[in-house]
C-alpha cells in the first residue's frame, strides 16, 4: 500500500520554529521527487519545497532562508524545519510524491500549522 503520512504540525506563535516529517512507504522510492505543498484558507494549494531524485533542494522564494527541507533515502523520508514562521505561513501542509517519469503521483493526507499568538 502506497503510502505517505506527515506529522509535526501544530500551534506557534510568530517567529517560532516547527519541524514536520513526512514517512513514504510501499512503491515510493529514490526515483520519486518528494514536494512540500502547503493550503490556507480560501486559497489554491501552493509549491513549499522539493526534495530531487538527483538530491537537489528547491524552495519557494516566500520561504527561502527561514524552512529547510532534508530527505533521508535510506529510511524514505522528508522533514521541513520551519523557522522564523509568521502568521501567513498558516495553512495545511501537504506532503506529495511525484515519480521523475511523472507517470505516479500520491498525496499525504496532511498536517495542519497555525501560526498565531
Known amino acids: 500500500q502506497v503510502q505517505l503520512v506527515e506529522s509535526g504540525g501544530g500551534l506557534v506563535q510568530p517567529g517560532g520554529s516547527l519541524r514536520l516529517s513526512c514517512a513514504a512507504s510501499g512503491s515510493i522510492d529514490r526515483m520519486y521527487n518528494i514536494y512540500w505543498y502547503r493550503q490556507a484558507p480560501g486559497k489554491e494549494r501552493e509549491y513549499v519545497a522539493v526534495?530531487?531524485?538527483?538530491?537537489?533542494?528547491n524552495y519557494a522564494d516566500s520561504v527561502k532562508g527561514r524552512f529547510t527541507m532534508t530527505r533521508d533515502f535510506t529510511k524514505n523520508t522528508v522533514t521541513l524545519q520551519m523557522n522564523s514562521l509568521k502568521p501567513e505561513d498558516t495553512a495545511i501542509y501537504f506532503c506529495?510524491?511525484?515519480?521523475?517519469?511523472?507517470?505516479?503521483?500520491?498525496w499525504g493526507q496532511g498536517t495542519q500549522v497555525t501560526v498565531s499568538s
Open positions: 506529495h510524491a511525484r515519480h521523475y517519469t511523472g507517470d505516479n503521483h500520491y
Open positions: 526534495a530531487t531524485v538527483s538530491e537537489n533542494i
